[in-house]
């Protein structure tokens, strides 16, 4: 067995030599580690590998795109715990292969406040960043106010199809500040214009329906969500926050109180 390994081993870096790629033979003795320790599929171990291999190549450009997407702060996937979310692990770990903004998917993470949606839709961000997209990170209000903007100058329609060349645009904390009419509207617009174009994440504290009372219409939160989800991976985070778990917070009597579901 080990030696048989050992053979695996040459050939691998033997191969990865003739590719030009001598990173993936590090790659593969650390992510199949990682993929036996979570029981990922052939598929995703392939992609994981050929992942870190384009990530690589495509690093200096992609340093740039992580700049400029705004991001609140630097988040990645190897930094996320998925202990303490075991149910994501697999559907991130099909996600971090990047092929949902080829297929302009979307993801959509819900969850309680602290629970890691928007560290992992920074890290998808990244993800998508090393693949060569370009990204843009902004909490609803802000996108709600930036569509406001240009459409009181006339531009809404200019500003929608510069979004387009993003191949990725993160919309953090919907539903934490309910929407105007008006806001609500523009918001509409902007998850039809990527419909099947582009892809959007979205993170949201409130299960979908809750989205009703943030969009103040049922029938447009129900039009929105029909276009989101049509092609789109719903993460639902649980549990307790983990700014307080790390802490040792969680186990104090009057947080426990707050959070029944728990
Ligand atoms: P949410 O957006 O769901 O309110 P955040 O993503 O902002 O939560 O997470 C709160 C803090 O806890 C962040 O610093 C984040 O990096 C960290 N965090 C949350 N979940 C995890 C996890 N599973 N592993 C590592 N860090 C985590
Ligand atoms: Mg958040």
């Given at each position: ?6 053979d695996?081993a040459?050939?691998?870096?033997y ?13 593969a003795?650390?992510m ?11 598929e995703?171990?392939l992609a994981?590998?050929l ?8 690093t ?26 075991p149910?994501a692990?697999?559907q991130t770990?099909?996600?971090a292969?990047g ?9 959509v ?20 960043a ?9 909490a ?7 569509l ?10 200019r ?9 990725l645009?993160?919309?953090d904390?919907?539903g ?10 523009l ?6 214009s ?6 959007l ?6 299960p979908?329906?809750g989205?009703?009372g943030v969009f103040?219409?049922?029938?447009v939160a ?9 092609h ?10 983990y700014?307080l778990r ?6 104090l ?8 579901a728990?």
């Amino acid at each position: 067995m080990a030696a048989k390994q050992t053979d695996t081993a040459k050939q691998i870096t033997y191969l990865a030599g003739a590719l030009k790629a001598p990173r993936i033979t590090e790659a593969a003795s650390r992510m199949a580690d990682q993929a036996r320790d979570a029981g990922w599929s052939f598929e995703d171990y392939l992609a994981a590998v050929l992942e870190r291999e384009v990530s690589a190549r495509n690093t200096p450009g992609a340093e740039l795109r992580i700049k400029a997407a705004g991001f609140p702060a630097r988040k990645t996937l190897e930094d996320f715990d998925f202990d303490a979310q075991p149910t994501a692990r697999q559907q991130t770990a099909a996600l971090a292969s990047g092929g949902f903004l080829l297929e302009a998917r979307n993801v959509v993470l819900l969850g309680p406040p602290g629970t890691g949606k928007t560290h992992l839709a920074t890290a998808l961000g990244i993800v998508a960043a090393r693949h060569g997209y370009r990204v843009l990170f902004a909490a609803a209000t802000d996108w709600v106010t930036h569509l406001t903007d240009a459409h009181q100058q006339g531009n809404l329609p200019r500003e929608l199809a510069r979004l387009r060349r993003y191949g990725l645009i993160i919309v953090d904390e919907v539903g934490y500040l309910p929407f105007e009419q008006d806001a609500a509207n523009l918001f509409f617009q902007l998850v039809s214009s990527r419909y099947e174009h582009a892809s959007l994440i979205l993170t949201s504290n409130l299960p979908f329906s809750g989205w009703g009372g943030v969009f103040g219409d049922q029938a447009v939160a129900a039009a929105m969500i029909d276009r989101i989800v049509h092609h789109a991976d719903v993460l639902t985070l649980k549990g307790a926050s983990y700014r307080l778990r790390v802490r040792g917070i969680d186990s104090l009597p009057s947080i426990k109180t707050q959070d029944p579901a728990d």
